[in-house]
């Protein structure tokens, strides 16, 4: 089986990176792990991926003139791998229109909520303040404007009357973990 060559851009903890690192040691899972990227140097998700023997990358916006000058340095790291996928796994930065261009159809997310309902930050108190009896979440292909691409898969959850934006996202995490490689199969599955 062919294992296409994937990248994982992170900023934190990596929970959904070690997901995609257990499923990808499935001899049937399309991709490989060839790259991790992290805007964080000290992301806990940056030594998961050592810890695997992946290529880590690590570069900090604030040693940078601007983000333009930042992205082109990324772009500049990762060329080498030829990376048929880019998944953003808790990626907390916003990827120029340049940047996803030069990987059109390319660079998949997750989000947690049911998009199109609760783009951007602080989903889970919003789901919670709007007394939402379901959540969940979703994973999509990335474009120019924030949590908007096209939906690959989507996991619905039940949301108890006790449920708080904590528990709210270790249920959805939970989800988020099983649904992260699902998509990656079928995007890779050509």
């Known amino acids: 089986m062919i294992k296409y060559p994937i990248g994982i851009f992170i900023s934190g903890r990596g929970s959904n990176l070690k997901s995609i690192i257990n499923a990808s040691k499935d001899a049937?899972?399309?991709?490989?792990?060839?790259?991790?990227f992290s805007d964080n140097p000290n992301s806990k998700g940056m030594k998961i991926a050592l810890e695997s023997n992946i290529d880590t990358f690590s570069i900090d916006i604030n040693n940078f003139k601007d983000a333009n000058?930042?992205?082109e340095e990324i772009l500049r790291l990762?060329?080498?791998?030829?990376?048929?996928l880019i998944c953003l796994a808790g990626y907390m930065k916003i990827l120029s229109k340049k940047f996803i261009d030069k990987f059109?159809?390319?660079?998949?997310?997750?989000?947690p909520s049911l998009l199109p309902k609760y783009k951007g930050l602080n989903t889970h108190r919003r789901v919670i303040e709007n007394m939402d009896t379901i959540s969940g979440c979703t994973v999509?292909?990335?474009n120019e404007n924030l949590d908007d691409g096209e939906i690959i898969l989507q996991r619905e959850i039940s949301i108890d009357a006790d449920d708080t934006e904590n528990t709210?996202?270790?249920?959805?995490?939970?989800e988020e973990?099983?649904?992260?490689?699902?998509?990656i199969r079928l995007v890779l599955k050509k």
């Open 69 to 71: 000058s930042f992205e």
């Open 177 to 183: 973990h099983i649904i992260y490689p699902e998509a």
């Open 168 to 174: 709210l996202a270790d249920k959805i995490l939970k």
């Open 104 to 111: 059109s159809g390319k660079i998949i997310n997750i989000h």
């Open 28 to 36: 049937n899972f399309p991709g490989n792990i060839v790259l991790v």
């Open 140 to 142: 999509h292909y990335v």
């Open 78 to 84: 990762i060329k080498p791998y030829n990376l048929e």
